[in-house]
């Protein structure tokens, strides 16, 4: 019974040591100076700024920002607003933008691959969420082979690697898990 005991308190030792470093594991946050940078399709705000901040200091002479081909934001199409968005920039030589048709980070690769045809890039620097940053390497590494690094865009209204202290942090550290343990079992196989 002792041994029990024990085995269970370990156990539950051990649990909680891997729920208190879950949100930390899913941050990657290591660029590298790249051939192209890629600013992956989702948020608006954040991951954009971050491809910008990153464009500035030198990590890539040209950056590729992905946007949802389909999506509106009310009446006006997602893919013109970020075109003017572009357009107003004082990189905006440096920038284009790339229609993202697929729904998930997989599909992207597709349409990533498509935006990069006739440019040599060997190395790419990958811009996303914080808590996408794994998943994303490890999709991009598996379906789109590159010498890959990647930053993290970091938003402490929607996430931090103690997810526990918010609601909407538990969420997203919950979901990102989800679609992590999805692609290692069976998308990354497919």
Same mark, same amino acid.
């Given at each position: 019974?002792? *041994?029990? *005991? ?10 909680? =040591? ?16 790249? +051939?192209?940078?890629?600013?992956? =399709?989702?948020?608006? +705000?954040?991951?954009? %700024? ?11 002479? @040209? ?8 999506? *509106? ?30 729904? $998930?980070?997989? +599909?992207?690769?597709?349409?990533? %691959? @498509? ?5 040599? =890039?060997? $190395? ?10 794994? @998943?994303?390497? $490890? ?11 990647? =930053?993290? %865009? ?15 942090? %538990? ?7 989800? *679609? ?11």
């Amino acid at each position: 019974m002792a *041994k029990l *005991k024990l085995v269970l308190i370990l156990g539950g030792l051990f649990v909680t =040591a891997l729920l208190a470093t879950s949100g930390r594991f899913l941050v990657v946050n290591q660029p590298r100076k790249s +051939d192209v940078m890629v600013v992956l =399709a989702g948020e608006t +705000d954040r991951r954009p %700024a971050r491809g910008l901040e990153l464009l500035e200091q030198g990590y890539a002479p @040209r950056l590729i920002l992905d946007v949802p081909a389909k999506a *509106k934001i009310y009446q006006w199409n997602q893919l013109e607003i970020a075109r003017k968005f572009v357009e107003g920039l004082p990189q905006a030589n440096a920038i284009s933008v790339c229609p993202i048709y697929g729904h $998930s980070t997989r +599909d992207e690769v597709q349409d990533v %691959a @498509r935006c990069l045809q006739g440019a040599t =890039a060997h $190395s790419i620097l990958l811009v996303t969420s914080d808590y996408h940053t794994r @998943r994303a390497l $490890s999709i991009f590494e598996r379906a789109l082979p590159a010498d890959y690094s990647v =930053a993290a %865009a970091f938003d402490a209204s929607s996430f931090g690697a103690e997810w526990w202290r918010h609601r909407e942090w %538990a969420k997203v550290n919950f979901e990102e898990w989800l *679609k992590l343990i999805w692609w290692e079992l069976i998308d990354r196989w497919r």
